[in-house]
């Protein structure tokens, strides 16, 4: 079973700052099989990036992610404040498995 | 555009039972795989369940296995789940979710219904 780790918990940033998410795994995992989603307080979560580099249908071009093996990034160019939120990563090779999350917020 | 509204959950004493729904629209239901992801009080998202479009191959996960029973009607546009022998720790928000495949991502996400088990 493949365990994801993300890091930080939290990131404290201000609007306009660069937001680098990490994304460990237990063992290497397909890069066409690692997703990022967003979710605000008190809605579904949202499909950011695929395929650990795709961004979905109308995903902002600030959203990239990249990587391979067991470490894969999550970047964020410049803040919005609408992308204050908790990201989570997922393999989706195994199961589904999601990663803790990290939470983005304002400094 | 994708619609998935799910219902069903409820307040329901341990041990008890429930059977959530979740109903398809503005896309081909039976092309999909789907799946129920679950989310506890202020926690991370748990994957649940998983049904093929066709709804021949199914997995679980461990946490469901036994109790939960996972299924489609593809002449109906809807996804089920049962959920038997719940426990405290199935408390949470659950989510149906289309995947665009059988090893996928998943593209859409209902709004969720809160299943919420205590005596």
């Known amino acids: 079973e493949i365990v994801l780790t993300q890091s930080p918990g939290t990131l404290s940033l201000s609007p306009g700052e660069r937001a680098t998410l990490s994304c460990r795994a237990s063992?290497?995992?397909?890069?066409?099989?690692l997703a990022w989603y967003q979710q605000k307080p008190g809605q579904a979560p949202r499909l950011l990036i695929y395929?650990?580099?795709s961004r979905a249908t109308g995903i902002p071009d600030r959203f990239s992610g990249s990587g391979s093996g067991t470490d894969f990034t999550l970047t964020i160019s410049r803040l919005e404040p609408e992308d204050f939120a908790v990201y989570y990563c997922q393999q989706y090779g195994s199961r589904g498995a999601f990663g803790p999350g990290t939470k983005v917020d304002i400094e | 555009e994708v619609h998935l509204v799910e219902s069903g959950g409820g307040l329901v004493q341990p041990g008890g039972s429930l059977r959530l729904s979740c109903a398809a629209s503005g896309f081909s239901f039976s092309t999909y795989s789907m799946n129920w992801v679950r989310q506890a009080p202020g926690k991370g998202l748990e994957w649940v369940s998983y049904?093929?479009?066709?709804?021949?191959?199914?997995y679980y996960a461990d946490s469901a296995k036994g109790r939960f029973t996972i299924s489609r009607d593809n002449a109906k546009n809807s996804l089920y789940l049962q959920m038997n022998s719940l426990r405290a720790e199935d408390t949470a928000v659950y989510y149906c979710v289309r995947a665009v495949g059988a090893i996928s991502h998943f593209d859409s996400w209902g709004q969720g219904t809160l299943v919420s088990v205590s005596s």
């Open positions: 395929g650990t580099s």
């Open positions: 063992q290497s995992v397909s890069s066409s099989y």
């Open positions: 049904i093929s479009d066709s709804g021949i191959t199914i």
